[in-house]
């Protein structure tokens, strides 16, 4: 593995490699006195975020500093494409620097793919931390080890992704990565915020919550993604909790052994009800601390392997 | 006991059978009897002790070790397993492994002897790195080591407490070990690696396929 740009870009095989090692580092990690490996020492792993976020971007850094990684953050107010640098001039700099891999954030669909363009001749690996309305390849296999973790199999699993799935790259990540593993996706959405191509997408669609939610062993929801939105996409959040949040009721209409996932940040009231949130259903802290696992293993493969000639 | 030339035949052109099956049975069976007298860990005053096996047949050899102390002395001794690939100095050198299973007993290793179980002890880099891996996992009183083959090449000062059956080999040479929990059947063979058209010897890097030892 050179890159991780996109879901796409893996097969059944390198994806259940990624969940097992995630999966053999907690374990590896799991009460031990000092939480710190020795692995990645001596390399030099760099975030650049042109986009908020807390638990990724800290999430990046905790897996890089467990494995002995040098991490570096890059902020950019602080840094100099708040001065207009291009975000080539920036990576082509990084690499210059000493970064053996860039983690980066970009509102840009397919930014993460032009960075390691034009890094290819640097041997810097590139990890696609969310970009645009394309992909968050990491998200999506955090979540699928934390649904692995509560269901065993995911193959022949059925998963429903319920919200903003227009917007969401995590939706799509999901998508991609759920289907390969074998499982079947049901989108729930009000038609305006579905992709005009779905149709062509592997899985099934519905508009009812409550006629769904019955027939599946687990629920994705989205984060309405206000900040992406240019007009309206629906009437109010009041409405738009009523047809799509996840409420008590609709818990008691899921079976039993179907848990809950949120990517965060969660819009209490809106998507979730924060009884349901808090309740033993939702795995939400589960999926931040099966991320750092996560990308522990994600650098593991990404870095510990042979040296690029 | 048959001549080991004898063996060879079954083993396929280019391979010797150093141990059968009852030989591996007895190695073992000897070496448990030497752990039993070394830490006295059925004295009264016995030492808390762990055996701790290192992936990949390092694991299923600690716990036959566990089983035939047991059938000597009735002491049940905890075993564990301890992945040493995070920890490994040739990362860098090779592509990334899938990493093993590690489990340690209840109670931990703290004040434990431990003694570390692996198949063949080669250059001595896993142990070393077996050592850096414990260091994170606890304070044990003390470490041992305990290896079915020992094939000589020690790029490090590292010795074993329990030798099953000391190989002289050639660095060209391979050892491999079989144990039937993963390949069906208990069995040491030595095989000569041929250089490839490009002068290099071949090396199998995944566990299961390639030889045994560190220098895996």
């Known amino acids: 593995m050179r890159h991780l740009l996109s879901i796409a870009d893996l097969d059944a ?9 995630a999966d053999r580092l907690e374990q590896t990690l799991l009460g031990r006195q000092v939480r710190k490996l020795p692995t990645l020492r001596g390399r030099t792993v760099v975030t650049v975020f042109y986009e908020n976020s807390t638990r990724t971007r800290v999430s990046f850094e905790i897996a890089g500093k467990w494995m002995s990684a040098d991490v570096i953050n890059v902020s950019i107010g ?22 053996d891999c860039v983690v980066v954030r970009h509102p840009a669909s397919g930014a993460a793919h032009r960075l390691a363009q034009w890094l290819a001749h640097t041997g810097v690996a590139v990890v696609n931390a969310g970009d645009g309305t394309h992909e968050h390849p990491t ?12 269901l065993g199999d995911i193959a022949g699993r059925r998963i429903a992704v319920v919200g903003d799935v227009l917007h969401s790259r995590v939706a799509r990540s999901n998508v991609l990565l759920l289907t390969l593993l074998g499982a079947q996706v049901v989108l729930v959405a009000p038609p305006t915020l579905l992709p005009s191509g779905v149709g062509s997408w592997p899985v099934e669609v519905s508009h009812d919550l409550d006629a769904v939610l019955g027939g599946v062993d687990a629920v994705m929801m989205l984060r309405v993604q206000a900040e992406r939105m240019h007009g309206g996409f629906f009437p109010s959040a009041r409405e738009y909790a009523v047809d799509y949040g996840l409420n008590r009721r609709r818990l008691d209409l899921l079976p039993e052994h179907a848990p809950v996932l949120h990517p965060g ?14 309740s033993g259903r939702a795995l939400v802290t589960e999926q931040v601390r099966n991320g750092v696992h996560l990308r522990m293993a994600v650098l593991y493969h990404l870095l510990a392997g042979e040296e690029v000639e | 006991m048959a001549p080991r030339s004898a063996r060879a035949g079954a083993a396929g052109s280019g391979e010797r059978e150093l141990l059968v099956e009852a030989d ?23 030492p808390h002790v762990v055996l701790l096996g290192i992936p990949t047949r390092g694991a299923p050899l600690a716990r036959r070790l566990s089983a035939k102390i047991a059938e000597f002395t009735g002491v049940t001794i905890p075993t564990g397993t301890l992945d040493v690939t995070l920890y490994r100095d040739d990362l860098r050198r090779r592509p990334a492994r899938p990493l093993e299973p590690t489990s340690l007993p209840d109670g931990g290793l703290d004040d434990a002897l431990v003694v570390l179980v692996d198949d063949v002890l080669f250059s001595g880099r896993t142990v070393r790195a ?27 000062p590292i010795r074993a407490d329990y030798v099953g059956k000391n190989v002289p080999t050639a660095r060209r040479e391979e050892v491999w070990v079989r144990l039937t929990e993963l390949d069906g059947a208990d069995a040491v063979l030595l095989r000569r ?7 290099a010897v071949p090396s199998a890097d995944s566990p299961g396929d390639g030889p045994a030892g560190d220098a895996r």
Request: net charge negative.
């Open chain 1, 78 to 99: 602080g840094s100099s494409v708040g001065k207009g640098e291009s975000l080539r001039d920036t990576a082509l700099t990084l690499a210059a620097a000493g970064a």
């Open chain 1, 13 to 21: 095989q390198a994806a259940s490699t990624l969940l097992d090692t």
């Open chain 1, 139 to 150: 998200q999506a296999l955090l979540d699928a080890q934390t649904l692995r973790q509560r």
């Open chain 1, 265 to 278: 940040p969660m819009l209490r009231g809106m998507e979730i009800s924060s009884a349901v949130a808090d």
């Open chain 2, 24 to 46: 591996v049975a007895r190695t073992i069976a000897r070496m448990a009897h030497q752990i039993i007298e070394k830490t006295a860990l059925d004295a009264p005053d016995a």
């Open chain 2, 193 to 199: 690696s041929e250089p490839d058209a490009a002068g």
């Open chain 2, 130 to 156: 077996a050592l850096d891996a414990l260091r994170d996992h606890g304070r044990p009183a003390a470490v041992q080591l305990a290896v079915l083959i020992d094939r000589g090449h020690r790029e490090l």
